[in-house]
């Protein structure tokens, strides 16, 4: 209980960073533009997530392009996690807490945000007679064609996909592996994604939205505003701290999610000048993950695989698959043969008895604590080799029985070709413009590619290519110019260190003023 307490209090109270910017650092809205004012402003309408990378990134943005603009922010926790437990108590819980706790942080919140010159005025998700009107008179047109768990997935509203968005929801905020049709909570995501969509269609016939900047484009709570304005023709950028995706992605109707676009950066890499020496540099850079502290590409991770070199015992396995956390998204991801990754694993489970294959099964580092019971369930339910996830991923690589890896679309699936090993996937990564597989259409040919692995042949030229890639998804950072965090190196910070936040915020604040002066 204390500690649930102190957690609350660093949430609601101010910490050094946030006083220091809120009093201290320029605040956009005392500063006028030379640029000539329009007679109507457009909107420019930003999500106002938690997240000290996106108000820092966020500010360059605005001082580079929209200091003359009208800014508008939008509040984005919509749906609140609700574990298995009886629903109406848990939603009143939830409820009680969203009162106190919510209205605090949004408040506060709301004070570093003005900083920027946005306004968090927005709440696509709040109750009104017409929102709730509008959710009771289509809801049950919905639910009634909800008969599996592929009925979710083809859910459209007003010709928009939302069934993904709603199945990934569920997963993840209900925290379980699969999506049980007859729950009510199920019921109570599509209501609210109702109560969002008329919401956010009432906000856009009242205002003109030029730009949307989004930290994400996943679940109800950030892809579902992103599909609704991408169908009003509203231009849209995620923008993301994450090496693996640029700093400004823009997004569109066949890119919706701002994930790197792999095929065109590996065609990129043949136009760039000192190729020999960026392969090295690339190589240099991904031994650090496997020999060092970790690389840009894992820098995400809370939780990182062991590369820790330690012999294991009785390990012969030909081939390991190597797990995803059973409640993260699927259908981001690219998950399109299985509905989930239960479903994955079930598959899985199945073919390797069916062909009797030396295969075990190792569970994802980075696991949710919610998954850790459900990872413990499967050991006792299931009669298959588990491996423990804290086993040394570079024992398994260098061992001389393990010859290929299996993930629908994981980190790991370059590291096996850098280690001359072969890789099974099932969507778009890293390594998929390297051709080392075609990507099954359907459930027999994926079990036909892992039987038949050994077909698959590893060379030196595709490590080489490997890399390029690699190097290409480090470097290639932006759909737009953002100079200052370019500069600066804005994803290279740890946003979870308050120094670190401290540290970046003077560096942009330097920039900003020095932008101004000379404006």
Partial sequence: MFNYIKKIRSLILRNDFEKKFTKNYTNFSTIKSNKKKTKSKKIILFQAPMDYFFVLLTRTIIVERHLNDHLIGSWPYYI????????????????????????????????????????????????????????????QVITNKIKSKRDILKIKFKGIDIGDLIFDTYIRYRAVPTVNVNDFFLKYIIFKTLIIFNNCSEFTKKNN????????????????????LLSKKIKIYSLSSYYGENYITL??????????????????????????????????????????????????????????FSKINNFNYEGVVFLHDFYDAPREIGLRLFSDFYEWFEFLNYITKKNDLNFAFKFHPNTKPESIAFNNYLKKKFHTKFLNSTISNMAIYKNKHFKVGISACGSVLHELIFFKKIPIYLSNNLITPLNIHKLPKNKKEYENLIVNYNKIKISNNMIKNMLKIYYMTINDQSDLSCSIVKKINLKNGDFSNISDINNYAEKIEFKINKLLTNK
């Fill in 80 to 139: 609140k996690p609700l574990k298995k437990r009886f629903f109406f108590i848990s939603q009143i819980f939830h409820y009680t807490k969203n009162i106190f706790l919510f209205s605090l942080l949004r408040n506060k919140w709301k004070s570093i945000y003005k900083q920027n010159n946005i306004n968090l005025s927005e709440d696509f998700s709040s109750y009104n007679l017409r929102s709730v009107l509008f959710s009771l008179k289509n809801i």
């Fill in 209 to 228: 939205i030029e730009v949307y900047y989004t930290s994400y484009a996943s679940y109800l709570t950030h892809g579902l505003l992103v599909r609704i």
């Fill in 251 to 308: 997004l569109n109707n066949k890119r919706l999610q701002a994930t790197k676009n792999y095929k065109y950066l590996y065609k990129k890499f043949n136009s760039e000048k000192n190729q020999e020496r960026k392969i090295n540099i690339a190589r240099a850079s991904l031994e650090k993950r496997f020999y060092e502290n970790g690389d840009y590409l894992t820098k995400y991770l809370n939780i990182k695989a062991n590369y820790k």
